[in-house]
């Protein structure tokens, strides 16, 4: 460290720090077993750590110092692990017809029914935001089953069954749905459906995922009390546990349907994840291929974190990504334009 001055080596030492955790994230992410849960955490912190690299990337290169090639080998080591946080796609593919299939994915939180936006009118909005993007297959988590009648224009549903006592899920289409069922996680509230859909010659399998939920949310005041700081980092470690589980639950299902598959969901985890390279497996991320800026779907003490996803088998064309700057739940509705090859 020949050259620095005392400052610098102290941001030296904070920067070989910050590449130490994000290679600890990116071996982790691969082990196939999970020797240590409390890395788990990581998942959540590695957006922020990418952004700190590019920020010491941009220090040491206005200083003309070569430490610049750290942050620059661990940037580059996160992308050959997780593939890229920040989408530069520009071009919109806002094509329709029979050929071509809208889905939409959107954790609605209730329709707001408990009030927790204070405004008048939040879940109608809802109700008027997606009829005005009318997408062909709506995906929606947490959802109300009362809504279903502002959605006459989807004439075929599957919904969780009320006899499983769980949060409710729901899958609406446009086309119509032959097949579909529930996998009933154990010891929690939430749920995975999916439905069977008919599309042209083809049947499509769609999965609705909603992942253990934090059941609390991070805030300043849980990491400046030691009490409550530990309470929240066995509750995260808990909740990726439970995660992890669940992910085993619906990997054993889908790996056995006979059909083209797509994801979408609310896995409340980010994809630097095992939870969610365990999801994904060999499918298509449409953000990765088509999305965007960093794909917001949810604000982690403020930062902007993608854990609502949707994923195609291979064999789908991915036309386009969208993520909406809409406020109406705490969590932001993304949309997808895919393509079979059968309906070129």
Same mark, same amino acid.
């Given at each position: 460290?020949?050259?620095?001055?005392?400052?610098?080596?102290?941001?030296?030492?904070?920067?070989?720090?910050?590449?130490?955790?994000?290679?600890?994230?990116?071996?982790?992410?691969?082990?196939?077993?999970?020797?240590?849960?409390?890395?788990?955490?990581?998942?959540?912190?590695?957006?922020? =750590?990418?952004?700190?690299?590019?920020?010491?990337? %941009? #220090?040491? @290169?206005?200083?003309?110092?070569?430490?610049? $090639?750290? +942050?620059?080998?661990?940037?580059?080591?996160?992308?050959?692990?997780?593939?890229?946080?920040?989408?530069?796609?520009?071009?919109?593919?806002?094509?329709?017809?029979?050929?071509?299939?809208?889905?939409?994915?959107?954790?609605?939180?209730?329709?707001?029914?408990?009030?927790?936006?204070?405004?008048?009118?939040?879940?109608?909005?809802?109700?008027?935001?997606?009829?005005?993007?009318?997408?062909?297959?709506?995906?929606?988590?947490?959802?109300?089953?009362?809504?279903?009648?502002?959605?006459?224009?989807?004439?075929?549903?599957?919904?969780?069954?009320?006899?499983?006592?769980?949060?409710?899920?729901?899958?609406?289409?446009?086309?119509?749905?032959?097949?579909?069922?529930?996998?009933?996680?154990?010891?929690?509230?939430?749920?995975?459906?999916?439905?069977? =859909?008919?599309?042209?010659?083809?049947?499509?399998? %769609? #999965?609705? @995922?909603?992942?253990?939920?934090?059941?609390? $949310?991070? +805030?300043?005041?849980?990491?400046?009390?030691?009490?409550?700081?530990?309470?929240?980092?066995?509750?995260?470690?808990?909740?990726?546990?439970?995660?992890?589980?669940?992910?085993?639950?619906?990997?054993?299902?889908?790996?056995?349907?006979?059909?083209?598959?797509?994801?979408?969901?609310?896995?409340?985890?980010?994809?630097?994840?095992?939870?969610?390279?365990?999801?994904?497996?060999?499918?298509?991320?449409?953000?990765?291929?088509?999305?965007?800026?960093?794909?917001?779907?949810?604000?982690?003490?403020?930062?902007?974190?993608?854990?609502?996803?949707?994923?195609?088998?291979?064999?789908?064309?991915?036309?386009?990504?969208?993520?909406?700057?809409?406020?109406?739940?705490?969590?932001?509705?993304?949309?997808?334009?895919?393509?079979?090859?059968?309906?070129?």
């Amino acid at each position: 460290m020949k050259g620095l001055s005392f400052f610098d080596k102290v941001v030296f030492a904070i920067n070989i720090l910050v590449v130490s955790i994000l290679l600890l994230a990116c071996i982790y992410v691969f082990l196939p077993f999970q020797f240590l849960r409390i890395l788990s955490i990581l998942s959540l912190v590695v957006p922020g =750590i990418l952004v700190l690299h590019v920020l010491f990337l %941009i #220090y040491w @290169l206005l200083k003309r110092k070569r430490q610049f $090639i750290y +942050s620059m080998i661990a940037i580059l080591i996160g992308y050959m692990s997780f593939g890229h946080f920040y989408g530069l796609n520009t071009s919109k593919d806002d094509s329709i017809g029979d050929k071509n299939l809208k889905i939409m994915s959107y954790n609605v939180w209730g329709f707001n029914r408990n009030g927790w936006i204070k405004e008048e009118g939040v879940g109608d909005s809802i109700i008027t935001f997606i009829k005005n993007q009318s997408p062909d297959i709506l995906v929606i988590q947490e959802h109300s089953r009362i809504r279903y009648q502002q959605l006459r224009q989807y004439p075929y549903r599957s919904e969780t069954p009320i006899s499983a006592a769980r949060a409710t899920q729901a899958i609406f289409s446009k086309y119509p749905i032959i097949g579909q069922g529930s996998l009933d996680l154990p010891e929690t509230m939430n749920n995975i459906i999916y439905a069977d =859909i008919v599309f042209g010659s083809d049947t499509l399998r %769609i #999965y609705n @995922l909603h992942l253990q939920s934090f059941k609390i $949310i991070p +805030s300043s005041d849980n990491f400046s009390d030691s009490e409550k700081s530990e309470k929240l980092l066995r509750r995260l470690v808990g909740t990726f546990s439970k995660q992890t589980d669940q992910a085993k639950i619906f990997k054993e299902h889908i790996d056995k349907s006979p059909y083209p598959n797509i994801i979408c969901g609310d896995f409340n985890n980010t994809q630097f994840s095992s939870v969610y390279k365990m999801v994904k497996g060999n499918m298509e991320d449409t953000f990765l291929q088509k999305g965007s800026g960093f794909g917001r779907t949810y604000d982690l003490l403020k930062f902007p974190i993608r854990i609502d996803y949707i994923l195609a088998d291979p064999e789908f064309e991915i036309l386009s990504h969208q993520n909406f700057d809409v406020k109406l739940s705490d969590h932001y509705p993304i949309m997808a334009t895919l393509k079979l090859p059968s309906h070129q």
